[in-house]
């Protein structure tokens, strides 16, 4: 069983909608959860971090964490193309030792 | 300005020679890691250091080996072991108090 899992899409969404992104994972003990974007040939940059259960916003994000269904979501509001790119989940396991686990990302496009 | 520079952006390298990529911080970070990401694959960590002259294996190290000599530098030599050494490098970073990493620009490496 894989430690976290994404769908690989495509998600497709047109342009001024929400985009919501899910990722599950599989070590209830978990901590701490973050999400990437990446752009097609570069490198990830980190968006958004959530430690506790519920929703954290910040600008057009908002990520959501529920650790008793073992999920975590990413949303991006008012979606624009220049949010086009693949978002990748990672999460530090318990007794992690600052090894985050990532899932395989979701290619995210916004259609104009 | 604090950042993560890796080098080169891209290598190109023949069959049967070891190659060594730069990464290089001036985050005063504790922490740094390497990793690998190939086509459809998520992120795989090569090696980790939480500290200067302290490194562990993560979950693909064969044919890989690292130093980590210095705070701001830990880099990665793929050597003729690697079987299939064509990738996408990425080498982050993380304070080692939070646990949010942070990645270099990545160096693309074509062995033929």
């Known amino acids: 069983q894989k430690e976290v899992e994404q769908n690989s899409g495509p998600l497709s969404v047109p342009e001024g909608a929400i985009a919501s992104l899910n990722c599950t994972y599989s070590?209830?003990?978990?901590?701490?959860f973050f999400w990437y974007r990446q752009y097609s040939g570069k490198s990830p940059e980190l968006i958004m971090f959530?430690?506790?259960?519920g929703d954290k916003e910040d600008g057009r994000f908002t990520a959501q964490l529920n650790k008793a269904s073992q999920y975590v979501s990413l949303l991006i509001r008012d979606s624009q193309p220049s949010d086009s790119a693949t978002y990748l989940c990672?999460?530090?396991?318990?007794?992690?030792?600052?090894?985050?686990?990532f899932g395989i990302g979701t290619k995210l496009q916004v259609i104009p | 300005d604090g950042g993560i520079t890796q080098s080169p952006k891209y290598l190109f390298r023949k069959e049967g020679q070891n190659v060594t990529l730069s990464c290089e911080q001036n985050?005063?970070?504790?922490?740094m890691y390497w990793y690998r990401q190939d086509p459809g694959q998520g992120l795989r960590l090569i090696y980790y250091?939480?500290?200067?002259?302290?490194?562990q294996k993560g979950d693909i190290a064969e044919g890989y080996s690292v130093s980590r000599e210095k705070k701001e530098s830990f880099p990665l030599t793929v050597t003729s072991a690697q079987k299939n050494p064509t990738a996408f490098y990425l080498c982050?970073?993380?304070?080692?108090?939070?646990?949010?990493?942070?990645f270099g620009p990545g160096t693309r490496l074509t062995v033929t």
């Open positions: 985050l005063n970070h504790d922490a």
């Open positions: 250091s939480q500290i200067v002259n302290d490194f």
């Open positions: 959530i430690y506790s259960n």
């Open positions: 990672a999460v530090l396991p318990s007794g992690g030792y600052q090894k985050v686990t």
């Open positions: 070590d209830r003990g978990s901590q701490s």
């Open positions: 982050a970073s993380n304070s080692g108090q939070n646990y949010e990493q942070y």
